[in-house]
């Protein structure tokens, strides 16, 4: 009879145990958002050459998520994510990495979609070559404004004329692409991925 207590005792404690630790998980806490903002920031300080405003790959943020989930945060949406953002490889990575590149991105990092737009641009045939030969310009920002001063081509004009002989007009050009470009898209990609995980914790 006592062997038997003692069986059901240890039973109960254990059924006790998983109840105290699934009620644990679900009332988890996620660390701040703004915690995780400081660890994108401090990580990106730390690299001496890289300037606010300047394009981003995937391997520039692969050593942020195991951060982020020793801080607390598991990001369960990280491989999308990082889909969205340019592998090292890219060639519009390589050419905006290059010396005369930088000095460009210094130049244009301000502009509304540049990277969205250069992104396109180089997409279109013959657009690396344009690329690659419109940042050794000295003057090669003003061909990269959204809106360019009257009589001044912009990138659209520069890409080799389709067979018709007419210029080509890149589809979306001027809107938006949804991938992730900078520090900043990156922060706000994070916020969202964030907010669900909020969601979830409460559901």
Known sequence: MRQRFVCWVVVSFCLVGNVVAEAAENTKVLPSFAAIQAIVEQHFAAQRQFRSGDII???????LFPRFEAAGWKVEDRDALIKKMLPASDPLIGILRSAN?????GEVSDEKLIYDR???I???PGGQRLLTDLVKLPDAARYAKLKTEPG???LEDFLPKGRSGKARHVKDYDKPS???YTVDDFKKA????YSLAQRNIRS
């Open 190 to 193: 994070l916020q969202k991925s």
């Open 57 to 63: 790959c995937q391997s520039d943020v692969l050593s």
């Open 122 to 124: 180089a997409r279109e």
């Open 118 to 120: 250069l992104d396109r």
């Open 101 to 105: 590149g930088v000095k460009f991105m």
């Open 178 to 180: 949804e991938k992730v």
């Open 152 to 154: 001044v081509p912009d």
